[in-house]
């Protein structure tokens, strides 16, 4: 049997959330999520076949970041493989696809996960890797305005950072108006800062903050120690 052919998708990172999108075709596929992407073409490199068919099917941008482990087998004539990527420009439009999802780590590979294409499962454990770093390296900025969080997530996006909006509760407080907003970035904290001191907000010092390292099991003795005390008999 000769080779098969490249099919590739692209996990598109956002905060700490991917992209999945959803099928139409063929029948029995429909209804399903992928990873969008498509067939690589002879003589195409896969990360330019990735960047054209994310232009086709949902007309924004792509960079490629990296590549993740292994290929999956689609089918007896194709074959997946998965690259890591970020938006450049633009916001994905579905044209081939009736659905877009953003996915955080948690809900990834879970019973209320997107049902996924059998291809992309083998993916999902290191996926879900990538988008727990991801949100490691998270900073969060606080506002009390909207209009104040509008205009620092456009100022990051436009200066080519990763930034979501969302609602933000105040530990302790009830009223809805007390709710600020937050905007979380993979911009460097000197860059937030500057932008919530001009939007009159804060950086949340905590946030992102890299889970404590596991702990290392304790070398315990098995058996009870024998204290030497000076003097004791031998
Ligand atoms: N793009 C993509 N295709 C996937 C994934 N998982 C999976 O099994 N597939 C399968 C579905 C299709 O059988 C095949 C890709 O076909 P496609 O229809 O998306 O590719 P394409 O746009 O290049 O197709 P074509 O109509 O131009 O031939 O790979 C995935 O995560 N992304």
Same mark, same amino acid.
């Given at each position: 049997?000769?080779?098969?052919?490249?099919?590739?998708?692209?996990?598109?990172?956002?905060? =700490?959330? /991917? !992209?999945? $999108?959803?099928? @139409?075709?063929?029948?029995? #596929?429909?209804?399903?999520? %992928?990873?969008?992407?498509?067939?690589?073409?002879?003589?195409?490199?896969?990360?330019?076949?990735?960047?054209?068919?994310?232009?086709?099917?949902?007309?924004?941008?792509?960079?490629?970041?990296?590549?993740?482990?292994?290929?999956?087998?689609?089918?007896?004539?194709?074959?997946?493989?998965?690259?890591?990527?970020?938006?450049?420009?633009?916001?994905?439009?579905?044209?081939?696809?009736?659905?877009?999802?953003?996915?955080?780590?948690?809900?990834?590979?879970?019973?209320?996960?997107?049902?996924?294409?059998?291809?992309?499962?083998?993916?999902?454990?290191?996926? =879900?890797? /990538? !988008?727990? $770093?991801?949100? @490691?390296?998270?900073?969060? #900025?606080?506002?009390?305005? %909207?209009?104040?969080?509008?205009?620092?997530?456009?100022?990051?996006?436009?200066?080519?950072?990763?930034?979501?909006?969302?609602?933000?509760?105040?530990?302790?407080?009830?009223?809805?108006?007390?709710?600020?907003?937050?905007?979380?970035?993979?911009?460097?904290?000197?860059?937030?800062?500057?932008?919530?001191?001009?939007?009159?907000?804060?950086?949340?010092?905590?946030?992102?903050?890299?889970?404590?390292?596991?702990?290392?099991?304790?070398?315990?003795?098995?058996?009870?120690?024998?204290?030497?005390?000076?003097?004791?008999?031998?």
């Amino acid at each position: 049997m000769g080779e098969r052919q490249l099919v590739v998708g692209a996990a598109i990172v956002r905060g =700490a959330r /991917v !992209l999945a $999108a959803r099928r @139409t075709t063929p029948a029995a #596929a429909a209804g399903r999520y %992928e990873l969008p992407g498509g067939k690589v073409e002879p003589g195409e490199l896969p990360s330019a076949a990735l960047e054209r068919e994310i232009v086709e099917e949902l007309d924004c941008e792509i960079e490629v970041t990296t590549w993740l482990a292994g290929t999956s087998p689609i089918s007896d004539i194709l074959e997946l493989r998965i690259a890591v990527a970020r938006l450049v420009a633009g916001e994905p439009e579905p044209h081939e696809h009736d659905r877009l999802i953003w996915v955080g780590a948690d809900e990834l590979d879970g019973p209320d996960g997107p049902d996924w294409m059998d291809a992309d499962r083998p993916f999902l454990p290191e996926l =879900a890797h /990538v !988008l727990r $770093a991801a949100a @490691t390296a998270q900073r969060r #900025a606080v506002l009390f305005d %909207e209009d104040d969080a509008a205009a620092v997530l456009r100022r990051l996006r436009a200066d080519g950072y990763d930034a979501e909006l969302e609602r933000e509760r105040l530990a302790g407080e009830d009223d809805d108006e007390d709710h600020p907003w937050a905007v979380l970035t993979d911009a460097p904290g000197f860059i937030v800062e500057m932008l919530v001191d001009e939007h009159d907000g804060w950086l949340d010092e905590d946030a992102g903050a890299p889970a404590p390292p596991p702990v290392a099991p304790l070398d315990l003795p098995t058996a009870p120690r024998r204290i030497k005390r000076p003097g004791a008999g031998s």
